[in-house]
């Protein structure tokens, strides 16, 4: 079982902790680094869509990023509501063992990192138009790479990453993949809906239950029940597996 999330714009450096490993497709890294910096600054601005102060934030850090440094654990990198909740700092050992067998986080600018990457602050996200060597977005250029390497051991895909993310891995797939998607509903006078910072709370609340329980079957993540979580099998599918709490 792989368990997909997303990563964060907002990133630290973990300085306590050493990485393990070098991310898998650091050659494809190393060519988009070459082509961001290639570009003017108005044309970084664009893909970044950002200015001012964060523009200048974000260009002295380009020009400060040096791919042959060990950098921090991808895991301790990323600083958003999902890894909050996740609370990475604070698993066993225990769990950061299972991390680094199930969980994966993708991303635009390195592709695909385990738990225990080393990786250094960037911005790039997966939806940026950047035409490198033909491809016109991201998506082009990552074809189908991300999702090859991800079935090369399992055959189930828990997909816990936002749509922007999951469309570069699941199209590409193979038909013995299997992949669910948890969806977390609040029930509202009788309606279901989703609320974006909840589902991303209870997205990082369900990657520290898969590993303080060591899951490794749909059966296991049906018993997520934090913060008033339930699994509701009317709302669920093959491929949906939905947790309703009443707000």
Same mark, same amino acid.
């Given at each position: 079982m792989k368990i997909i999330i997303s990563p964060t714009k907002k990133m630290k450096t973990e300085e306590y902790i050493s990485p393990l490993s070098r991310p898998l497709f650091l050659e494809k890294t190393k060519e988009i680094l070459s082509f961001l910096e290639s570009m003017s600054d108005e044309e970084k601005a664009r893909v970044w869509k950002v200015k001012g102060k964060l523009l200048e934030e974000n260009l002295e850090r380009l020009n400060a990023i040096d791919l042959s440094l060990s950098g921090s654990p991808a895991l301790f990198s990323y600083d958003g509501i999902q890894f909050t909740y996740m609370s990475p700092s604070s698993f066993t050992d225990d769990m950061l063992s299972y991390a680094e067998e199930h969980l994966r986080i993708l991303s635009g600018f390195y592709g695909l990192l385990r738990p225990m990457d080393g990786i250094v602050p960037y911005r790039l996200e997966m939806e940026s138009r950047i035409n490198i060597n033909g491809k016109g977005d991201l998506y082009s250029f990552w074809g189908s790479d991300i999702a090859r390497e991800l079935e090369k051991e399992? &055959?189930?895909v828990v997909n816990l990453a936002s749509e922007e993310y999951s469309k570069a891995v699941v199209p590409h797939l193979s038909k013995n993949v299997e992949v669910v998607t948890p969806v977390f509903l609040e029930?509202?006078?009788? &309606?279901?809906?989703?609320?974006?910072?909840?589902?991303?709370?209870a997205r990082g609340e369900m990657v520290r239950f898969l590993s303080e329980n060591k899951v490794n079957d749909k059966e296991g993540i049906k018993e997520f029940s934090i913060r008033g979580y339930r699994y509701d099998d009317s709302l669920s599918s093959s491929e949906r597996m939905a947790f309703v709490r009443k707000e």
């Open positions: 399992d &055959s189930l029930e509202v006078k009788g &309606s279901f809906v989703t609320k974006g910072v909840y589902a991303k709370m």
